[in-house]
């Protein structure tokens, strides 16, 4: 028997969703967020002025990193059993959607050991104290959809997904506006981050029919629409449309898992402090090449190939990338080779161990993992 779950309770989008948040009905309101981005174009101001509307008093907690660490997560949860919210809102990339959904956990159960943050597994249940909204203001992540949070270790240079059903956020509010700020790379790197999840969903070993349906839709809409609106910013349309397939790849990674790509991409972030979304870009037309050894991705892959009108997909995603100037190769990262290989034992090992990798269509052990991480650091063709 299997199971899928797509969302919270619900899933609000397009322009003017924002003012669902005037209906909520609470007392205390703990806002989550993170960079100055959102202050300044005042995305930040119209989540407090709606939530005033409703009545709420407001905390903010804006201290959030890119990579969120275990640090900053303890500080929020702190400060959310300070304040005692009976909301909690979460708005930006995904780093502070997962903070947040971190600090969370902790908030509902203060029981649980902070050191022991990265090696949460079981969970108990949450809202016994508080729900959860996720507000997105790129297009990539999906975290407002998933069950899942990504914390860095920093002392171990270690980043980690933690995983829970019931960390998946009560409701989504997809309001295109807050997109369209996004500079270029950004809009690149997060959209691409959006495919690649779309993409090794569609050839996961638990793919099924249900997440099959999302994806191929996901991935014919990003792969129209991620260019436009990287061409044109500023068109809203655009924007909505990459914004709302990026969240329906998330629903379905979410419920079927990814494979080698972010397993390597981790390693890449952790260690190098490489955006997460560009180094899925970067790898992923090289993995492409190493899943079409496996029959049944190789399958997948020509029918999707079709769909998109491309005659080869590892081709036609390097072009893409090219088309939105995101690099071909690890050395292009300006990371010295030195460097590179001082570190490739241990990505290696964690890339290996990662939970990603039980998903990949392909095995992969040892040194085929190395040969992948030297080949795409030099930018060479798998040929193996």
């Not at 019931?166 to 495919?195: H, K, S, V």
Request: hydrophobic share 40%.
């Amino acid at each position: 028997m299997n199971s899928i779950k797509l969302h919270g309770d619900k899933v609000f989008f397009g322009e003017g969703s924002i003012r669902v948040l005037r209906t909520l009905k609470g007392k205390k309101a703990f806002v989550v967020s993170g960079g100055n981005t959102i202050k300044k174009m005042g995305y930040l101001d119209r989540v407090f002025a709606e939530l005033k509307a409703a009545g709420f008093s407001i905390k903010c907690f804006d201290k959030v990193e890119p990579d969120p660490s275990i640090e900053t997560v303890k500080l929020g949860a702190e400060a959310m059993l300070d304040f005692a919210p009976d909301y909690i809102i979460a708005i930006g990339g995904g780093s502070p959607i997962d903070a947040a959904k971190a600090m969370w956990i902790f908030y509902e159960c203060p029981e649980l050991d902070f050191a022991n943050t990265l090696d949460l597994v079981d969970i108990p249940p949450l809202r016994n104290k508080a729900k959860f909204v996720a507000v997105p203001t790129t297009s990539g992540t999906a975290s407002e959809v998933t069950k899942a949070m990504v914390i860095k270790d920093k002392k171990k240079k270690l980043k980690k997904g933690i995983r829970s059903e019931y960390a998946i956020p009560d409701l989504a509010i997809l309001e295109p506006e807050f997109t369209a700020t996004m500079p270029p790379g950004l809009t690149a790197a997060t959209g691409m981050d959006a495919f690649t999840h779309a993409l090794e969903a569609y050839v996961s070993t638990k793919a099924n029919d249900f997440s099959d349906v999302l994806v191929k839709g996901a991935l014919e809409g990003i792969f129209e629409f991620l260019p436009l609106a990287y061409k044109k910013p500023d068109n809203l349309k655009y924007r909505e449309k990459v914004l709302n397939f990026q969240n329906i790849a998330g629903m379905a990674f979410s419920n079927v898992g990814l494979g080698i790509v972010h397993s390597m991409a981790h390693q890449l972030g952790g260690i190098f402090k490489i955006s997460h979304g560009l180094a899925n870009a970067l790898i992923l037309p090289y993995i492409v090449q190493y899943n079409n050894k496996s029959d049944k991705a190789k399958k997948k892959y020509e029918l999707l190939a079709k769909r998109l009108e491309v005659l080869d997909l590892a081709s036609a995603i390097k072009n893409l990338n090219q088309e939105l100037q995101i690099p071909t190769s690890i050395k292009e990262l300006n990371i010295s080779e030195k460097r590179f290989q001082k570190e490739l034992d241990l990505m290696i090992a964690r890339a290996l161990v990662d939970g990603c990798t039980a998903t990949n269509p392909r095995p992969v052990n040892e040194q085929e993992m190395s040969k992948l991480f030297e080949s795409i650091y030099q930018g060479k063709e798998i040929d193996f």
